[in-house]
Every structure is written in structure tokens, then in C-alpha cells.
């Protein structure tokens, strides 16, 4: 993952993004880190920015909406900043809950913003029904997402976690049968690991 190969990320807006590999796109969001548990990592949430362009790429914000929410960013950066930071700590709670290893401290990290975004949302009337919206203030991305894993820790996914080198990313696996994130990656790069080992005892 750190290495950055174009198939685990690509360039929006300037913005490096991560792939989706997830299948969920609440699981998406544990997905803008790599490396978990280890001392090394990448961080695709480097600024506000990159959490907006991110957020309108996975569809929790519109494009519209991200342009405005960028030009807010610019005027209020404090705010901004602190959003930011309630979002890698949601993310770092809500990967936590996902692998099982959540505490009273995880949970509660996560009910905050999932009220939050419950609390600050509204039902707008379309065509074919209605919605529950976010407003377009700079908290949009986090209560978006925040919206997405309320649903998914009230009815939760069977989760696989990939155990590459340096990755960590997680993926619904409701047969319980994927290994990797991808096979073209971290599937590839063990298997060239092995390889490598394997000749080296010859």
C-alpha cells in the first residue's frame, strides 16, 4: 500500500484517493489509512481537502456541495482542521467496532457523530420518496459517512481484514472466503514474498 501503485489509489482533483475495495462504503472510510497496526502507514486524509474530494468521489457528497464546502474550508481552516480530526477519529473508533475490537470509549466515539448526523439531518421529498440530508456545512463528509456507519453498526457486515504488509484494509466478506484486499496487490506481493523465500532456501 505505501508504495502507492496505481491500482490501490488514483488522482481526483489533485488529491491522491484510495481505491474502493471495500464493498461497503461505510468500510470505505477505515480504507483512507493503510498500514494499521504497524509503525509505518499512509494517510490519504492529509488535509481537508483531501477529505472532501475523497467524500464526493465514494458519493457522500455531491460535487457541488464539495466545491462549496472547499471554498468554506479556505475562509474557516480551524474549522475545518477540526473536522478533520473528528473524522480520523471516527474512522480509527469505527475500525475498531468493524475488527472486533472496539471499547466502551470506541463505541461511544462512534454514537457521537452517528447522532450528530442523525440530529443535524433533514427528510427531503424526491420523485420517487425521501431522504434523510446533511446540510452542506463543513461537517458534511464526517456526518455523511457518520450516517453510513450508523447503519452499518446496527446491522453489521461479516468483515475480513486484509493481513498484508503495511495495508490492514478492510473488506465485507459475508462468506467469509476473501483473504486480500486485492489479489493484484497484497494477494501478488505475498505471493512474490513466498516465491523469493522459497528460492533464497534452494
Known sequence: MVSGTANVNYVASGVLVPVPLAGDSALELCNTFAGWGEDAGREYLLSYEH???WARERGFVGAREA???????RASPREAARVLART???????????????????????AREAER????????WERQ????????TLELPLLAVAQRIASFVTDPLRVGCCPGRLCGWLF???RGRRRWCSMATCGNRAKARRHAARAAGR
Do not use: M
Open 88 to 110: 480520523t477519529e471516527l474512522r480509527r473508533a469505527f475500525y475498531a467496532f468493524a475488527t472486533g475490537t472496539a471499547t466502551e470509549a470506541d463505541r461511544a466515539a462512534v
Open 172 to 174: 465485507a466478506d459475508p
Open 51 to 53: 477529505l472532501a474530494v
Open 67 to 73: 466545491k462549496q464546502i472547499l471554498l468554506d474550508a
Open 129 to 136: 420518496g425521501a431522504r434523510w440530508v446533511v446540510p452542506a
Open 117 to 124: 448526523a442523525a440530529a443535524g439531518a433533514r427528510l427531503e
